[in-house]
Nanobody, 120 residues
């Protein structure tokens, strides 16, 4: 059974950077589109970015130019580089293994998430 485990969250000052990692167990990882979501307290979960098996990417408007999603299929890893962080980026960031059709992503398996806090 495939499991997803996120890491790399933490406390960072505005303008700072973090790199989140998601490890996927199981040999089927390379066939799926991978995504990062985030959920701030009291708010709905938001799709941040996704990346297809071939490397095509899609980003939420709120993070374009600041966040970069990438994947390492050989090592079953997906990353989210967060740059120029803002307080409104504070949230629990979760990895997801799903599918995509054009710009639409369908969520599947969830990880537990990692907390990102942006504050002075």
């Amino acid at each position: 059974q495939v499991q997803l485990v996120e890491s790399g969250g933490g406390l960072v000052q505005p303008g700072g950077s973090l790199r989140l990692s998601c490890t996927a167990s199981g040999s089927i990882y390379g066939f799926y589109t991978m995504a990062w979501y985030r959920q701030a307290p009291g708010q709905q979960r938001e799709l941040v970015a996704f990346i297809t098996p071939s490397g095509n990417t899609n980003y939420a408007d709120s993070v374009k130019g600041r966040f970069t999603i990438s994947r390492d299929n050989a090592n079953n890893m997906v990353y989210l580089q967060l740059n120029n962080l803002k307080p409104e980026d504070t949230a629990v960031y979760s990895c997801n293994l799903g599918s995509a059709s054009g710009s639409h992503f369908s969520a599947g398996l969830w990880g537990r998430g990692t907390q990102v806090t942006v504050s002075q």
